[in-house]
């Protein structure tokens, strides 16, 4: 990334961009779910909120970056561990939230 | 009814998103960049992984600072959102007293956060001060550069100075905006000022007061100019707040990598708490 001197003070690494375009990804994915099947409306959830889909997206980026932040803190690496919960949390949230 | 499909509103919203990617995420990003990697200096930067993380999570400094910047937080909430709704419930609605308040209380927000920090510095000294001299001379020791609780109750008295205005401003435009008939059918309903208050007043405020414990908590949390002035973070570390502590590991010792992965642990939480106020505070209004 050094060759490209106009993004090197940005210090870019292959794992930082790949992280903000999943994030990126994330947001295009979430407006073709809503495009093909549209439903994306406020709905009650288990927590007493009213949540629409980017509502659960939101919480689930949210929360997982709490759930990694908490293994750092309190175990350490490798980070498998807070992988899945991160990934089990998520679907919870967008299945009864 | 056919809804007419229009999709070049969008482009409306074109200018926001650049200086919002310019001002906002493009530094963020750059954040996130520095946080996994070690530098020193020149643009040269190696990978460190999730270390700085492990670092400032696991370190003492870090809790501690959090701790204080937590309990600042909290008692500056507790003392100006009500000491605000209160004066903002006492003010005049009509008459030539209204501007004579609104300005007075609009005076403290109109000064620099470094000039705060250095009036209240020259204010509170023990020696030619004028509240530190009548402190002591109370028969009260005082001396905010010495002392861990009067460095404390300093800081907190200036932000309650500086913003308290911005909840009572906010309130009492909150205030002003209810109809006088919801007045008028208390009135016939015999209701006591303390029903007015609480069946009429508190639900109307609910939204500005939202906007003002948003806006409290977030400058609260971010406090650094007016407590950098003050105190510079001592006596000791007593008054290192989160963002002072940032600013040491950032710039005092230029290490890039750990102040990055605390700015990012920092602004999480902030994210977080906003979140958390504004959905508890919005939960009733969907229904």
Redesign the interface.
Known sequence: MENAAFL??????W??AA??LFIFLCLVGMSVWEYYSPGGT?RHGIL???TTRGDRL?ISL?GS??IF?AW??LV??P?WGPLAIALVYAFAVFKWV | MNKTVNQKAWFFVLPVVLLVAFNAIIPLMTVVNFSVQETFGDNMFFWAGVRWFEQVLQSERFHAALGRQILFTAIVLLIEIPLGLAIALTMPRKGPWVSVCLVLMALPLLIPWNVVGAMWNIFALPDIGLLGRLINGLGIEYNYTRQIFSAWFTMVLMDVWHWTSLVVLLCYAGLVSIPDAYYQAAKVDGARPWAVFRYIQLPKLKYVLTIAILLRFMDSFMIYTEAVVLTGGGPGNATTFLSIDLQKIALGQFDLGPAGAMSIIYFLIILFFSWLFYTLMMKDEAR
């Open positions: 090197s003070w940005m210090a870019w690494t794992p930082t992280f903000f406020p007493g909120l009213d939101f949210l970056a709490f932040l750092l803190g350490g690496t980070l």
